[in-house]
């Protein structure tokens, strides 16, 4: 099961899907289930059915809207074989919307023109998508006091929200499927305290599910090594001069600084400060891809530190009929949920939910990655070629940081070429592991690896889930 703040989980015969057999868990809220919505055939439930409300410290945990929990989600999944959980946070400001970036966007078996998607993950696994922190997309707190501080506050929201689903015996996940947490984005600091979080619950004998995973796509796990990457990297590629390579390593040493001090509210203005730089040096450089100018990518949202932030949704447009994935949102997906409260938009808590974490925004957790591993857990970590706010360089950086004991074999072993399908004449990027830790490195993709790159993307998701090939 992959974690993405929404249910999205279908029928293999009528889907293809970007993720695994999955529980697209996007730890920014509350859960959307949308679990037949387009052409899909047949009567499924459209998240229109209640169950009881589930209070937990300060949030509410549910399914459609932030007043409910749907104790019996009616998931279908595709293969039958497991479930696995997916976090998400794409946009950097902590508040985009898995349920709709990560599903129509990425990976659902919808696309943002509410169209079948060939590379939708459901040919791996079963999705859940889920809004978290409570905030995110249809999520919502009627008091901003409740929107949650830190990343161990979202991940006891989920782990709260994944007890109500794993634990209901009338419900047909269980223990047989491992769940496996996949994150993109700032998601990847929640799905390492989700995987935390969730493995002593089940060690508590409070969460009945066995961790297969956490996986970890351009993931901010150490600021401070990406803004340090970012100077250097856009030099190299003739993106900057000297002059703005001199800044950008000025302000990057004052981040850093910041970051060992603790003052990580300063380091999050800092950041805004070096993005606003590195914007100016480059001619407004594409932070999710750094071959492109920012504007001129249609998979994504904009980058620009003061445009990103605005009381608006981010936006997604669609390059076939230029559909906007906000319009989409509280258009016909609101429609089809019937549960969302007439004064609730998608993405309306958006700025709300960053400024709460803007003292969390810049905390590293290499340290949390080193206590999944030394617990056992299997870790992957992937991150696209031309990716610039987290840079290849700068996972790199932070993978070399860790205290694990099997780091410095794994650094020693050679890294084996992947493809796409049975055509061997194209390197689409590489791969290396060693015990339970692995690392893809995927060519010609920048943020957003499964849009840029889905014929590889859904086999490396085959590999970590162990899904056989269909």
């Not at 709709?100 to 919808?110: A, K, Q, V």
């Not at 491992?178 to 600091?189: D, N, T």
């Not at 991150?383 to 932070?398: K, P, S």
């Not at 194209?426 to 920048?446: P, V």
Request: net charge negative; hydrophobic share 35%; aromatic share 10%.
């Amino acid at each position: 099961m992959v974690l993405n703040m929404g249910i999205s989980v279908l029928n293999k015969k009528t889907v293809p899907m970007q993720y695994l057999c999955v529980l697209f868990l996007c730890v920014l809220g509350c859960i959307t289930s949308v679990t037949s919505i387009g052409n899909s055939s047949g009567g499924t439930t459209d998240g229109s059915e209640h169950g009881d409300m589930l209070k937990f410290g300060h949030v509410h945990i549910c399914f459609g809207g932030c007043t409910r929990v749907l104790i019996n989600p009616n998931i279908q999944p595709n293969r039958g074989l497991r479930f696995y959980g997916f976090k998400e946070g794409h946009d950097m400001s902590v508040g985009a919307s898995g349920v709709g970036f990560g599903n129509f966007g990425e990976i659902g078996r919808l696309d943002i023109d509410l169209k079948s998607r060939n590379s939708t993950w459901l040919q791996k696994a079963d999705l859940l998508f889920v809004d978290s922190p409570v905030g995110t997309g249809f999520s919502y707190v009627e008091d901003e006091s409740l929107f949650v501080k830190t990343d161990v506050e979202a991940a006891t929201d989920v782990t709260t929200l994944l007890k109500a689903v794993y634990n209901n015996n009338e419900n047909e996940i269980t223990v047989r499927r491992p769940l496996y947490i996949f994150a993109e984005s700032y998601g990847g600091k929640f799905a390492v305290t989700v995987g935390l979080a969730a493995l002593q619950a089940i060690e508590k004998g409070e969460l009945k599910v066995q961790l297969g995973g956490v996986a970890l796509g351009d993931s901010w796990i150490s600021p401070e090594d990406f803004v340090l990457s970012w100077g250097p990297l856009l030099k190299d590629v003739s993106r900057i001069d000297d002059v703005g390579l001199n800044q950008s390593n000025s302000l990057a040493l004052k981040i850093q600084q910041q970051i060992t001090d603790g003052q990580y509210t300063d380091a999050t203005g800092s950041w805004f400060d070096l993005e606003q730089t590195i914007s100016d040096s480059s001619n407004d450089v594409d932070f999710y891809n750094f071959m492109l100018d920012d504007g001129n990518d249609p998979t994504s949202p904009t980058t620009k530190a003061s445009t990103r932030f605005e009381k608006k949704p981010y936006t997604m447009v669609s390059q076939t009929n230029l559909n906007d994935l906000g319009s989409i949102m509280n258009g016909p997906i609101r429609q089809k949920l019937k549960i969302i409260p007439t004064d609730v938009q998608w993405g309306g808590q958006k700025v709300g939910v960053f400024s709460a974490m803007e003292g969390e925004f810049m905390r590293p957790r290499i340290a949390e990655v080193d206590e999944l591993l030394s617990k056992g857990v299997n870790v992957t970590v992937y991150n696209g070629q031309i990716d610039l706010i987290c840079a290849t360089t700068g996972t790199e950086a932070w993978v070399k940081k860790l205290k694990w004991d099997g780091l410095s074999t794994y650094l020693n072993l050679r890294r084996t070429p992947l493809y796409c399908g049975e055509d061997k004449s194209t390197t689409k990027g590489f791969f290396k592991s060693y015990q339970n830790f692995a690392f893809y490195w995927i060519l010609g993709a920048g943020h957003f690896v499964p849009v840029d790159q889905p014929c590889v993307s859904l086999e490396m998701v085959g590999s970590v889930v162990n899904t056989p090939d269909v």
